[in-house]
């Protein structure tokens, strides 16, 4: 079954701290990738999303993710944190398949920055 | 520009109520979908909908579980009889395209309905 792993579950930084966090997806097709954000008592946002193209992808907030397609990996990078960072950061895949509009999430990382 | 609206916000029910959910799409989006998050497991895909048509209910349990989305008004997830099991927090995303590979859709979600099933 195709799946979306997310490796860290919490991750605790100190601020000013450079953050990747983990993204591979177990499938051979073409897929569309998305990252998710949602802050304490906030909606899901989206940081950013590759469809095709430079595999670099800058998102909001000074976020970058890089589709890297031998490793079926996308993570998720920022190269100095802020406590506002604090939030749950959510992998995502759309599949070329028969629900070709289903974003699969993974289980999320939770992100604290501490001042 | 109000988003994505999704109420109630939290619902209570005993165990074989019903619970309605409510979902009313950013304004001009036209393509609804439904999401659940059971506690410590990611967001998963429940049914897709169009203006009075469903398109995916793929991700729906067979049994208990309906949507809709009428001409007018906000789409409905409604589960009859519920247990135990259906607690969770349900995700509402809406979207003026279509989403899908190739496809510019992005899901804009609302803040969720947390059903808790006593």
């Known amino acids: 079954a195709q799946s979306v792993s997310q490796h860290n579950h919490h991750v605790i930084l100190s601020e000013a701290a450079s953050l990747e966090l983990g993204c591979n997806y177990s499938?051979?097709?073409?897929?569309?990738l998305f990252w998710y954000v949602q802050y304490p008592g906030q909606h899901l946002q989206l940081l950013l999303k590759?469809?095709?193209?430079?595999?670099l992808v800058k998102g909001i907030k000074g976020f970058e993710a890089e589709f890297i397609k031998s490793k079926f990996s996308f993570n998720l990078r920022k190269p100095s944190v802020q406590w506002s960072d604090t939030a749950e950061y959510f992998c995502a895949v759309i599949l070329n398949s028969n629900s070709g509009y289903a974003l699969n999430f993974g289980k999320g990382t939770s992100l604290l920055v501490t001042p | 520009n109000a988003g994505v609206m999704q109420n109630p916000r939290h619902l209570v029910r005993r165990r074989g109520q019903e619970a309605r959910l409510r979902c009313s799409p950013m304004k001009g989006h036209s393509h609804v979908y439904w999401y659940r998050q059971l506690p410590e497991e990611g967001l998963k895909f429940m049914v897709y909908l169009q203006k009075e048509n469903i398109i995916d209910e793929s991700g729906m349990p067979k049994e208990r579980f309906s949507a809709e989305f009428p001409k007018e008004g906000p789409s409905i997830l409604r589960i009859q009889q519920v247990v135990r099991g259906d607690s969770a927090a349900y995700f509402c995303?809406?979207?003026?395209?279509?989403?899908?590979?190739?496809?510019?859709?992005?899901?804009?979600f609302g803040p969720g309905t947390r059903l808790t099933v006593l």
């Open positions: 995303a809406s979207s003026r395209e279509p989403s899908g590979t190739g496809l510019s859709g992005e899901q804009f």
């Open positions: 590759y469809f095709s193209g430079d595999p």
């Open positions: 499938y051979g097709g073409t897929v569309n």
